[in-house]
């Protein structure tokens, strides 16, 4: 089984920046379409940044020109850069894989626990 943890998180002025990782307990050959999602407090789940086995990023609306996602795959770790932080930003950001390839086989819809992300005025 793989387990997803993300790190990161934290406290933040308006307009500071953060970076997010996700790391894999194990190691990763490919993977169909990671991602990080976001809850704020009574709200849904969303999705803010995706990237794709092959490295396409793709964005939610709200966070382009903001937040960068990248991946190190030697590092089996998947990155959330995130600038010009808005209180609007505010949410547990929690890390997604839909399908991953491993040494002991294929797993589908890994969720990792979550890191709060607080951006404060």
């Known amino acids: 089984q793989v387990q997803l943890v993300e790190s990161g998180g934290g406290l933040v002025l308006v307009g500071g920046s953060l970076r997010l990782s996700c790391a894999s307990s194990?190691?990763?050959?490919?993977?169909?379409?990671m991602g990080w999602y976001r809850q704020a407090p009574g709200k849904q789940r969303e999705l803010v940044a995706s990237?794709?086995?092959?490295?396409?990023?793709n964005y939610a609306d709200s966070v382009k020109g903001r937040f960068t996602i990248s991946r190190d795959s030697a590092k089996n770790t998947v990155y959330l850069q995130m600038n010009s932080l808005k209180p609007e930003d505010t949410a547990i950001y929690y890390c997604?894989?839909?399908?991953?390839?491993?040494?002991?086989?294929?797993?589908?819809?890994?969720w990792g626990q979550g890191t709060q992300v607080t951006v404060s005025s």
């Open positions: 997604n894989a839909d399908v991953l390839y491993y040494s002991g086989g294929v797993e589908y819809g890994s």
């Open positions: 194990t190691r990763i050959f490919k993977f169909n379409r």
């Open positions: 990237i794709t086995g092959g490295g396409a990023p």
